[in-house]
């Protein structure tokens, strides 16, 4: 543990201080080009008689340059250019608008992203717990239906169709397959939903739901992108590993339960869905299920990753303001370099620091298992 | 259920990935034969134009990464084990990559290719698709590096490893061909289609937000059409917003078909894909027992 929280403090240290460098070579490249730009156009800006918005003034002023210059047309349009590029930027100018702010990175912009971190930090934090349960919820029931040797509900419906003659005489036929097809299509649907990327669901609901709010972007990190079913299916991986692992045949030889019904004494609860650490008992599912999770712990770390992109994307994507994610696209727009450097070190931080929390957990798991705590 | 129910589900479900690719070829094919019907024809070959250049970069993605991704991973086993010294910086770099989320690289990578375009560096367009393709790679060629690490780890313990190198083997070649090459081919394939399902997602999403964020910078005539930057248009936002209209209304719920076609086409086309990516992947694992 200790190597491991050395290596990343010095990463942490060592891309730090390159961002930092980066910022501060940014900010100064910024201050220089503008300086540069404005020094060349200057004289011609402080006379009064001249207006570039006039085109006869211009070209007025086009021709005087050729009158003076007449060796260098391209260092003429290149001027215009300049002088016709700085007008613009006075309307177009993030800085010149109504609540506009100083350029780069300053104090007030400063304390902007830090509130604008800290949200970004609790809707990350909240998604991750969600995420993580959701994941082992759903891996456990997928899991649970593949010990029941159950397929998929169309495979399903297809036998029932397949061999209704036997069983014609069995009144819920009908009923049974309406069930299943029924479950088949939610299943399709969940799946799609599951699958889509946040700003197809945002926007196919956005004219009757708020897609700006805070629930709706916690409830988009934890289902969409493929973010869950990913997850969940690694975890799922890992109980299917274990699951073909020598200790469970042992465990069962010893008289521990087996049996995966729903809702059964010596089956499995539904509950277990719900809170899979409490409520196996002396069912061999416990035994599969810690040492999974065991496993499953540091792909915590992998997630965390993907996790960022996702809610990256909700925040660009659907335009949301005051977010992180909006102000890093903004200030790209911008040409900010020095905000934008500034936001990936943030968001290198939340990843660093959740390596740390995920390896700190790990090692005091690892000490459990070694009978050292 | 049944034995005999059970049976034939099982028989059904066997090749799950080979299923599941028929089944993404066939959904493929009826929605261009249902495009090549009812939508106008510059849509039609704008979106035919868009997956392609899509699937090519998806394909470039996995290529990069299978050879960065070997290379790598070969490379720091050797490091550890021949030169510990250079070991530790060069797993600490491999890091530092891994700590920067995919989008924030890939979005770099992009502000990147926007300078390169501007400045006449990157002039065709499969220039550019090979750029993107190359920095999507250099964020998700990792999670082979892992997995080849992980393989020879898992060989390196058992006495085969021992055999080979007493009879004289060289160690690069019982790596590169008899663990890798003869063992592990069907965990590298698991593992390209799963890198072709992120590039999928993540070169939709990248251009999404560059043609919504960024669509006053960036000239999008000068970026190849993909999937994402069709569906960042105007016209495509405005049929999926349809969609939750059809919802409320089931009324509505036809014109999704005929006049909202483009926008729930370029949906369907990635929702889909990446469905049938992630069951093909899964279909994989369980034919090998990965």
């Not at chain 1, 890093?328 to 929390?357: C, E, H, P, R, W």
């Amino acid at each position: 543990m200790k190597t491991k929280l050395i290596e990343h403090t010095l990463s942490i240290l060592l891309v730090t201080c390159v961002f930092l460098i980066l910022i501060t070579f940014l900010k100064r490249e910024e201050e220089r080009r503008a300086a540069t730009s404005r020094s060349s156009i200057e004289p011609y800006l402080q006379i009064d008689s001249l207006d570039f918005g006039n085109p006869l003034h211009t070209a007025l002023f086009k021709e005087t340059l050729t009158l003076f210059h007449p060796d260098s047309p391209a260092q003429n349009d290149s001027l215009l250019r300049s002088i016709e590029a700085y007008r613009q930027e006075q309307f177009t100018n993030q800085i010149n608008k109504t609540g506009g702010e100083e350029r780069g990175v300053s104090p007030a912009k400063l304390a902007k992203l830090g509130n604008m971190y800290a949200q970004f930090i609790l809707v990350y934090i909240v998604v991750m717990i969600l995420s993580y349960r959701a994941a082992q919820s759903l891996a456990i029931f997928r899991f649970v239906r593949m010990k029941q040797h159950k397929g998929s509900y169309f495979g399903e419906l297809y036998d029932l169709v397949k061999n209704r003659r036997a069983k014609q005489r069995e009144p819920s036929l009908s009923m049974r397959a309406g069930a299943l097809f029924a479950r088949a299509i939610l299943k399709g649907f969940s799946y799609a939903v599951l699958f889509a990327p946040a700003y197809v669901i945002a926007y196919s609901i956005r004219s009757s739901i708020n897609t700006d709010s805070y629930f709706f972007m916690i409830l988009l990190g934890v289902i969409s992108n493929g973010l869950l079913i990913n997850y969940a299916n690694k975890f799922f991986t890992f109980l299917v590993t274990e699951d073909r692992k020598g200790y469970v045949q042992t465990a069962i030889v010893k008289n521990l339960s087996n049996s995966y019904t729903w809702g059964t004494t010596d089956g499995v609860s539904y509950w277990a869905l719900l809170r899979p650490n409490s409520l196996f008992g002396s069912h061999v599912f416990k035994h599969i299920y810690l040492n999974a999770r065991y496993q499953f712990l540091t792909t915590l770390k992998e997630h965390a990753s993907f996790l960022i992109t996702g809610l990256i994307i909700i925040e660009m994507a659907l335009n949301i303001q005051g977010h992180l994610g909006y102000e890093m696209l903004q200030n790209i727009l911008y040409k900010q370099y020095d905000v934008v450097v500034s936001i990936i070190l943030g968001v290198f931080l939340i990843v660093k620091a959740t390596d740390i929390a995920v390896d700190a957990w790990f090692h005091w798991e690892s000490r459990k298992y070694e009978n050292k705590v | 259920m049944s034995r005999s129910t059970h049976n034939s589900s099982a028989a059904w479900c066997q090749q799950k990935d080979r299923l599941w690719l028929l089944i993404w070829i066939s959904g493929l094919t009826v929605l261009g034969m249902w495009d090549a019907v009812f939508l106008n024809q510059p849509s039609f070959a704008l979106l035919r134009t868009a997956f392609l250049n899509s699937t090519v970069a998806g394909v470039l993605v996995v290529g990069f990464s299978v050879v960065m991704g070997w290379s790598v991973g070969v490379s720091s086993y050797f490091l550890e084990t021949r030169r510990p010294a250079l070991y530790f910086p060069f797993t600490f770099l491999l890091n530092v990559v891994r700590s920067i989320p995919q989008i924030v690289g890939i979005l770099v990578g992009y502000i990147v290719l926007t300078i390169l375009i501007e400045q006449e560096v990157l002039r065709s367009q499969f220039s550019q698709l090979v750029w993107m393709a190359f920095v999507i790679s250099m964020f998700v060629f990792l999670e082979l590096v892992d997995l080849i690490r992980e393989r020879i780890a898992h060989y390196n313990k058992l006495d085969f490893f021992q055999a080979m190198l007493c009879c004289g083997i060289k160690e690069g070649r019982i790596i590169n061909r008899e663990i890798l090459w003869k063992n592990s081919r069907a965990h590298l394939l698991h593992k390209m289609i799963s890198i072709f399902g992120i590039t999928i997602f993540l070169q939709c999403s990248i251009d999404f937000i560059v043609s919504v964020g960024l669509s006053t910078d960036v000239s999008l005539s000068n970026f190849p059409v993909t999937l994402g930057g069709l569906l960042a248009k105007l016209d495509s936002k405005q049929d999926i917003l349809a969609i939750g209209s059809s919802l409320s209304s089931m009324s509505n719920m036809q014109s999704l078909f005929f006049e909202h076609l483009q926008g729930v086409s370029i949906a369907f086309v990635i929702v889909f894909s990446l469905l049938c990516i992630y069951k093909i992947s899964s279909g994989l694992v369980k034919r090998y027992h990965l």
